[in-house]
């Protein structure tokens, strides 16, 4: 299929700058996160976030054929994955705030952590009018802010705790530990909530899509501090189902401290066995939204449902 041009948007200078001093008060607020995200180690922070994205191509290459039927605008795109690696400091200082006041972490992350991947799609939806017309539109965008958060939280996890620990040493079980076939759930995450909300803007709250938007939001909320509450078994549990048949092959798997082959391949197998397992509930709606969003693009009804005025056509983006 070939790409097909976008309309022409506009960009509401007035909620531009609402949105500007808003973030720059939740920076400010949250300046000293970034001092330690940034600024501790910043050597290893950016070899961090430079290994994740190279780790996460495979899924930024997923997101980009999805993207291809009706590309989004090149400034949008990137900027989806750098927003949400530049905003995740203001999370994290919010959400620990919310966690050291008695909120237990499972029940609080997957409402913050959501929401912030959520960001630049209801970002662009409200500054962009005419930008996100389409169910795949949402799934993209949302798709970008979960990589975008994967990217950072490597790269955090390696500063802060990782590399004062084990120095670059620590890679060796970082990289494995959290690759997963080149994804990681904080995309499919990302991607499922976009894809409910795509389907609540593209139709603007019409034909049910108001209750279908949340229930899925919903469920990736709950998916996350599933993940959180008892993922941590899952690849462990994994491991144990692959002991038999790595004996019967001749492989103790008990070994694997002093191979570390053996090891970095056990550590992969976990993660792409958390990240099948987890994430059972939310794989049939990720294929409902791929279908359903494709089979609108093939019919030709992405723009279907936003009005005729909504749209100035003829003017471009301004900054």
């Known amino acids: 299929m070939s790409a097909v041009a976008r309309p022409p948007v ?32 910043p ?21 980009g054929r999805l993207d291809r039927a009706e590309p989004e605008p090149r400034a949008a795109f990137w900027g989806a994955i750098l927003f949400v690696v530049l905003f995740a400091p203001i999370t994290s200082r919010v959400m620990h705030a919310v966690i050291d006041a008695g909120a237990p972490y499972w029940a609080v992350v997957g409402p913050f952590e959501e929401t912030t991947k959520l960001l630049p799609l209801l970002l662009l939806a409200v500054a962009v009018p005419g930008i996100v017309t389409s169910m795949r539109d949402g799934l993209v965008y949302g798709a970008l802010g979960g990589l975008g958060f994967a990217i950072v939280e490597f790269g955090a996890n390696f500063a802060l705790s990782g590399y004062p620990a084990s ?28 894809a409910g909300l795509g389907y609540l803007l ?15 939001v919903a469920l990736v909320m709950a998916t996350h501090g599933f993940n959180d509450l008892y993922g941590k078994y899952v690849g462990p549990l994994s491991l144990v189902l692959l002991d038999g048949p790595a004996r019967a092959a001749g492989v103790d798997l008990g070994s694997s401290d002093a191979h ?18 987890v994430n059972l509930a939310l794989w049939p709606v990720l294929l409902w939204a791929w279908r359903r969003s494709g089979r609108e693009e093939r019919d030709g009804t992405v723009h279907s449902a936003v009005p005729a005025g909504s749209l100035r056509m003829g003017e471009q983006v301004r900054s």
Request: proline share 5%; hydrophobic share 55%; charged share 10%.
């Open 43 to 63: 050597g290893p922070m950016l070899a961090g976030l430079a290994i994740a994205f190279a780790m996460y191509l495979p899924s930024l290459w997923v997101i």
């Open 260 to 277: 570390p082959a053996l090891a970095a391949a056990l550590l992969a197998d976990a993660a792409v066995a958390n990240t099948l397992v």
């Open 10 to 41: 506009t960009f509401r200078s007035g909620r531009r700058w609402a949105i500007a001093a808003a973030l720059l008060a939740g920076a400010t607020c949250a300046w000293p996160t970034y001092v330690r995200y940034f600024g501790l180690h």
């Open 202 to 216: 593209a139709r603007r709250g019409r034909g049910g899509s108001v209750p279908i938007a949340l229930g899925i």
């Open 167 to 194: 120095g670059w040493a620590d890679l060796a079980t970082a990289i494995p530990g959290r690759w997963a076939l080149g994804t990681e759930s904080h995309v499919i995450w990302g991607a499922t909530a976009g």
